[in-house]
T-cell receptor, first 114, second 116 residues
Framework: TQLLEQSPQFLSIQEGENLTVYCNSS?????LQWYRQEPGEGPVLLVT?????EVKKLKRLTFQFGDARKDSSLHITAAQPGDTGLYLC??????????????FGQGTELSVKP | EAQVTQNPRYLITVTGKKLTVTCSQN?????MSWYRQDPGLGLRQIYY???????DKGDVPEGYKVSRKEKRNFPLILESPSPNQTSLYFC???????????????FGPGTRLTVL
């Protein structure tokens, strides 16, 4: 069974601080997705990384896929209260057209205080 | 508006009383899936469907059934609910484009189920 270990599980910081969330596995994934979930809603896709070593930026969020495609990180610069939420990483174990599915990490609950 | 809808959003029931959670998407997606979300465990896949009349077990299928008679609908059935099925349930859908390594999954708003 493939597992994705996400850390930390909880993070409480002050507005303006930087933070990094890690997503690690012993398995190789064909791609990795990051989702954000707000209370009372379903997860919403932030980004997909496909190539080993790939870095994608979304405003103050930087996503990186490890060279070996086994791990990923999400870095937030100058966090704001609006960044508060549950962040989930999800690995795709095979291309979708070959029946691949998402395997989710446990999630990181981020709270950014004003 | 493109969306995945689930009903009901909240449900409290008793052990053994059959229930169905409906899921519908208006994006003409081939792939649909059910997940349950529990604290500290993330999202775990219950069942998925690659297309109409094609369903398969996910990681935690015990105690659940699904059907896919139409492309847009993917109901989740609990024939005899038990307290360990108390959870937050999400339906999701996505396209399956050949040659793509992944596609975005669109999630419904969730159904919070309590089994007493």
């Amino acid at each position: 069974t493939q597992l994705l270990e996400q850390s930390p599980q909880f993070l409480s910081i002050q507005e303006g601080e930087n933070l990094t969330v890690y997503c690690n596995s012993s398995s190789v994934f064909s791609s990795l997705q990051w989702y954000r979930q707000e209370p009372g809603e379903g997860p919403v896709l932030l980004v997909t990384v496909v190539t080993g070593g790939e870095v994608k930026k979304l405003k103050r969020l930087t996503f990186q896929f490890g060279d070996a495609r086994k791990d990923s990180s999400l870095h937030i610069t100058a966090a704001q209260p609006g960044d508060t939420g549950l962040y989930l990483c999800a690995g795709v174990d095979a291309p979708y057209n070959q029946g691949g599915k998402l395997i989710f990490g446990q999630g990181t609950e981020l709270s950014v205080k004003p | 508006e493109a969306q995945v809808t689930q009903n009901p959003r909240y449900l409290i029931t008793v052990t053994g009383k059959k229930l169905t959670v409906t899921c519908s998407q208006n994006m003409n997606h081939e792939y649909m899936s059910w997940y349950r979300q529990d604290p500290g465990l993330g999202l775990r896949q219950i069942y998925y469907s690659m297309n109409v009349e094609v369903t398969d077990k996910g990681d935690v299928p015990e105690g659940y059934k699904v059907s896919r008679k139409e492309k847009r609908n993917f109901p989740l059935i609990l024939e005899s609910p038990s307290p360990n099925q108390t959870s937050l349930y999400f339906c999701a859908s996505s396209l399956r484009r050949a040659g793509r390594s992944s596609n975005e999954q669109f999630f419904g708003p969730g159904t919070r189920l309590t089994v007493l």
